[in-house]
């Protein structure tokens, strides 16, 4: 049976820890190789792929969000910004990071460094690191597990207010139903597998 995920859309992966969420995030980013079927995204099929392939796919493609931030610490807020424009070869890397942190509210923090931000500010940084370089499908792993409620939903409002500006397809993984019932459709699992759509083979970004 197939997943598909359509471009532009918002799919919440819902389960509790351990069904298999993460997982499935990370064989669709190409981080990690499914064991049987078949994984295409935005029209590139990934189990052909070498690591070097895979890693410019996932340039091209994708932005991630994981729950614990993952800002280069002696790296300024519009340096981590730059980063995916700059190994994405964009010219314009620093104009993109300034506007991406202005849209999340940090235009005031570009030349402060994660270690001078609060929680939510660097889940804004990464956010706007995420949809720098203007990626097709972004995938968010627990995006706001580290943060307090009222700090999460601000950050949830502006993943979405993202995503919909930019037609991207936002892919968030949770175990939160509350957050998981904010987006479009939701997809349950359960022991590794997709409640009512096997895992034969999963088709995301509108492939």
């Known amino acids: 049976m197939t997943l598909d995920i359509g471009r532009g859309e918002t799919v919440s992966v819902v389960g509790p820890s351990g069904s298999g969420k993460t997982t499935m995030l990370m064989i669709v980013a190409g981080l990690e190789r499914p064991t049987s079927g078949t994984v ?6 990934l189990g052909g792929l070498g690591e070097d392939a895979l890693a410019l796919f996932r340039r091209r493609s994708l932005g991630i969000v994981f729950q614990n931030f993952h800002l280069v610490p002696t790296m300024t807020a519009l340096e981590n910004v730059a980063v995916p424009c700059e190994l994405a070869r964009l010219p314009d890397a620093f104009d993109r990071a300034r506007d991406g942190l202005e849209a ?3 235009g005031h923090r570009l030349s402060h460094y ?5 929680g939510g500010e660097q889940q804004r940084v990464a956010l706007a690191r995420a949809f720098a370089a203007g990626p097709r499908l972004i ?3 627990e995006p706001t597990g580290n943060l307090d409620r009222g700090t999460g939903e601000r950050v ?3 993943m979405f207010s993202l995503a919909d500006r930019h037609g991207t397809t936002l892919m968030l993984i ?3 139903e509350a957050l998981g019932a904010r987006c479009g459709r939701e997809v349950r699992m359960n022991d590794g597998r997709v409640a009512a759509a096997g895992p034969d083979r999963v088709r995301a970004a509108g492939a």
């Open 40 to 45: 295409t995204v935005d029209g590139v099929a």
């Open 104 to 106: 999340v509210g940090l």
């Open 114 to 118: 994660p270690g001078q931000l609060s």
């Open 139 to 141: 995938l968010a792993d």
């Open 156 to 158: 949830m409002d502006l």
């Open 174 to 176: 949770t175990h939160d």
